[in-house]
Every structure is written in structure tokens, then in C-alpha cells.
């Protein structure tokens, strides 16, 4: 009964007052591409945003926000500048190529400035990020029919553990697929007859470090994203300290920045309070961008917005959705006390 009282209440309110009563400090945004094409990489993960659709998010983060760049963030931490009111920080993950075309040149005409994390693994195309691999697997997979269909369904089940696999349980069996059991994918290439090698060369999926500095020449900011983007919950406390430490350094080495920024590949859940503990103390980062749960929340500690996870929402629906939350359990919270 209160949920469905404070629904309509919070409903009625204007979009301004929802924000203000959240008690969010910091709008940040982020996104992974933006495209009108159906790309095999991406489709089975998650919809891209049209560019249509994110010119209409630009323009709504200009209406009702103040963007801000990465060095404003990290002048705010360390020397304590102000921000405009309603900051909003956004940024771009992954470092793909499509971005060049879209997200930048609409941020450069709506002077929105935007930070590319980015897997130095991939640029110039040198690798794919096991969840792309999967991807273009499936797109192969959901092509097959008949017999064939079966046939290649259970030789993929055998290889990756799954007896008996279906053809229409594939896109599932494979998304399963974990970081540290990524090789499978590679078997699974073989049976389908895909070659990762010839995909990135015909693909282009990611930037090359040429395009990356004509981003960074344009005004943009570049932080780090992992080396190869593993999820951090699933590899132990050594390697998501290489994996960062690594990453940060490689991008500090071709793109100097007077930040040394990093952002979770995937999210920071799971992810101990020791971690935030050791690559905040010894200068590892000087801000970690994370999603989901915070271990250590902190102002060097940025949630991020995660455009992509309601496809068809608008922006100002979505963070709509995201304060009205907010405050719906943080009254909830109260009412329980």
C-alpha cells in the first residue's frame, strides 16, 4: 500500500524535485556505442543506442544538467573546486570504433565534454573481449537450421560442458561462459568455423591508437578499463590489481592525463574493500568510476549510469526511474525504523 502511494506521489512530481529529493550529487552517464548498424559484437549483449536516440539523450543532459569533464572531477576531489550545480560526468567504455563517428562528433557540435575508457589489449585491434567473442558466436549459431542445427548444437555442448545442448539453448549456454573459461570460445569458433583474427581485421571492431589520438587531440579524455576486460568479481585479488595497475599504466604511457582514471569492466560488485584500499593508497588511481555495489563509497569512488540496460527508455525516463528509486527506499528505509 505506501509502495503504491509513494509511486504516485514521487510520479507527480517534476522531473527537478525528483532529482533534488534523491540526494545525488553527480549524474554520470555512460554508454558503449552508438549506432543505427546491427553489429554481430554487440547484439546479442545489448542494444546500442541509435544516434538518433542519443542525440536526444545530449540534449536532455544539456537541458537539465551541467556537463563537466574528467579533469573538473578530479579538480573537485583533490583541490576541492566547485562544480556547477547538477554536474553530469559522461563517458564511453570498451573503446569501439563506431564511436568515432557518432559519439564524438555529436559531443564536439553540443560541446558535451565525454571519457573513453578504453582496453589497451584491443586497440588497433589486436584482440576481442570474450563477451564480443560470444556474441558473434551466437549470430553464427542462430543462423543454422535442420539437422546441421543439431548436430553443431551438441558438439558445441561437449565443448563447452553442456551434454545435450539445444540448438535454441546456445545463446544461453554460451553467455554463461565465464572469464577465466573463455578459451572455450575459441573451440567453439572452430566447430562454427568463425576466425576471431579475420573478424577484427574485416570488422575493425575497436579504435586503432591513430584514432584514439585524434579523440584525445578533439578535447576527450582517455582513462583505463582493465586490460581485457575480465569481470573483477570472477578473477582473484592479484589479477584485478595487475589487470588495473597494468591498464592505468599503458594508457598514462601513450596518453598522459593529469588523472589516473579507471573504470570497472562490467562492474565493481564483488569487488573487496581491500582492493579500493590498495589502488587509492599507493596512487594506482586517483579515481575509480565503478557500477553496482561501492565496497568503500568515497569521493574518489564514481557510480556510474548505465545507459544500455533498458533498451527503448529514454534518458529522462531512466534517470526518471533511477532518483524516483532512490527515494522510494530511502523513505521505505525510514518508515522500517
Given at each position: 500500500?505506501?509502495?503504491r502511494?509513494?509511486n504516485r506521489?514521487?510520479?507527480?512530481?517534476?522531473?527537478?524535485?525528483?532529482?533534488?529529493?534523491?540526494?545525488e550529487k553527480?549524474?554520470?552517464?555512460?554508454?558503449?556505442?552508438?549506432t543505427?548498424e546491427?553489429?554481430?559484437?554487440?547484439?546479442?549483449?545489448?542494444?546500442?543506442?541509435s544516434?538518433q536516440?542519443?542525440?536526444k539523450?545530449?540534449d536532455f543532459?544539456?537541458?537539465?544538467?551541467?556537463?563537466?569533464?574528467l579533469?573538473d572531477?578530479?579538480?573537485?576531489?583533490?583541490?576541492?573546486?566547485p562544480?556547477?550545480?547538477?554536474?553530469?560526468f559522461l563517458s564511453?567504455?570498451d573503446?569501439?570504433?563506431?564511436?568515432?563517428?557518432t559519439?564524438?562528433p555529436?559531443?564536439i557540435r553540443?560541446?558535451?565534454p565525454a571519457?573513453?575508457?578504453?582496453?589497451?589489449?584491443?586497440?588497433?585491434?589486436?584482440?576481442?573481449g570474450y563477451r564480443?567473442?560470444?556474441?558473434?558466436?551466437?549470430?553464427?549459431?542462430?543462423?543454422?537450421?535442420?539437422?546441421?542445427?543439431?548436430?553443431?548444437a551438441?558438439?558445441?555442448?561437449d565443448?563447452?560442458?553442456v551434454?545435450g545442448?539445444?540448438p535454441?539453448?546456445i545463446?544461453?549456454?554460451?553467455?554463461?561462459?565465464?572469464?577465466?573459461q573463455s578459451?572455450?570460445?575459441?573451440?567453439?569458433?572452430?566447430?562454427?568455423?568463425v576466425?576471431?583474427?579475420?573478424?577484427?581485421?574485416?570488422?575493425?571492431?575497436?579504435?586503432?591508437?591513430?584514432?584514439l589520438r585524434?579523440?584525445?587531440q578533439?578535447?576527450?579524455?582517455?582513462?583505463?578499463?582493465s586490460?581485457d576486460?575480465?569481470?573483477f568479481?570472477?578473477?582473484?585479488?592479484d589479477e584485478?590489481?595487475?589487470q588495473?595497475?597494468?591498464?592505468?599504466?599503458?594508457?598514462?604511457?601513450?596518453?598522459?592525463?593529469?588523472?589516473?582514471s579507471?573504470?570497472?569492466?562490467?562492474g565493481s560488485d564483488?569487488?573487496?574493500e581491500a582492493?579500493f584500499?590498495?589502488?587509492?593508497g599507493?596512487g594506482?588511481?586517483?579515481l575509480?568510476f565503478?557500477?553496482?555495489r561501492?565496497?568503500k563509497?568515497g569521493?574518489r569512488?564514481?557510480?556510474?549510469f548505465?545507459?544500455?540496460?533498458v533498451?527503448?527508455t529514454?534518458a529522462?525516463e531512466m534517470f526518471?526511474?533511477?532518483y524516483?528509486q532512490?527515494?522510494?527506499?530511502?523513505?521505505?528505509?525510514?518508515?522500517?525504523?
Amino acid at each position: 500500500m505506501l509502495k503504491r502511494i509513494l509511486n504516485r506521489f514521487l510520479g507527480a512530481l517534476p522531473f527537478s524535485v525528483v532529482r533534488h529529493l534523491s540526494g545525488e550529487k553527480l549524474a554520470a552517464p555512460f554508454y558503449h556505442a552508438v549506432t543505427d548498424e546491427p553489429l554481430p559484437h554487440i547484439r546479442h549483449l545489448f542494444r546500442a543506442r541509435s544516434l538518433q536516440a542519443f542525440e536526444k539523450d545530449l540534449d536532455f543532459f544539456l537541458k537539465e544538467f551541467h556537463p563537466i569533464s574528467l579533469e573538473d572531477l578530479l579538480n573537485h576531489v583533490r583541490r576541492g573546486t566547485p562544480l556547477p550545480p547538477n554536474p553530469l560526468f559522461l563517458s564511453v567504455d570498451d573503446g569501439l570504433r563506431e564511436n568515432l563517428r557518432t559519439v564524438a562528433p555529436l559531443c564536439i557540435r553540443k560541446g558535451i565534454p565525454a571519457t573513453f575508457f578504453v582496453n589497451p589489449d584491443f586497440l588497433d585491434n589486436r584482440a576481442m573481449g570474450y563477451r564480443y567473442k560470444a556474441s558473434v558466436l551466437i549470430d553464427v549459431a542462430s543462423r543454422l537450421d535442420g539437422p546441421t542445427a543439431a548436430d553443431v548444437a551438441s558438439r558445441i555442448g561437449d565443448a563447452i560442458g553442456v551434454p545435450g545442448l539445444r540448438p535454441s539453448d546456445i545463446p544461453t549456454a554460451l553467455l554463461a561462459v565465464t572469464y577465466p573459461q573463455s578459451a572455450v570460445y575459441d573451440r567453439v569458433a572452430k566447430i562454427l568455423q568463425v576466425d576471431f583474427d579475420d573478424y577484427l581485421r574485416a570488422r575493425t571492431p575497436y579504435l586503432s591508437h591513430a584514432e584514439l589520438r585524434e579523440l584525445v587531440q578533439s578535447g576527450f579524455a582517455v582513462g583505463a578499463h582493465s586490460l581485457d576486460h575480465p569481470r573483477f568479481a570472477e578473477i582473484p585479488f592479484d589479477e584485478q590489481l595487475r589487470q588495473t595497475r597494468l591498464s592505468i599504466q599503458a594508457i598514462q604511457n601513450d596518453y598522459p592525463s593529469p588523472c589516473r582514471s579507471f573504470a570497472f569492466p562490467f562492474g565493481s560488485d564483488g569487488v573487496s574493500e581491500a582492493f579500493f584500499d590498495t589502488v587509492l593508497g599507493d596512487g594506482t588511481a586517483d579515481l575509480l568510476f565503478c557500477v553496482g555495489r561501492i565496497a568503500k563509497p568515497g569521493p574518489r569512488t564514481i557510480p556510474r549510469f548505465w545507459m544500455e540496460a533498458v533498451p527503448g527508455t529514454d534518458a529522462r525516463e531512466m534517470f526518471r526511474n533511477s532518483y524516483r528509486q532512490q527515494v522510494k527506499s530511502r523513505l521505505l528505509s525510514l518508515a522500517r525504523r
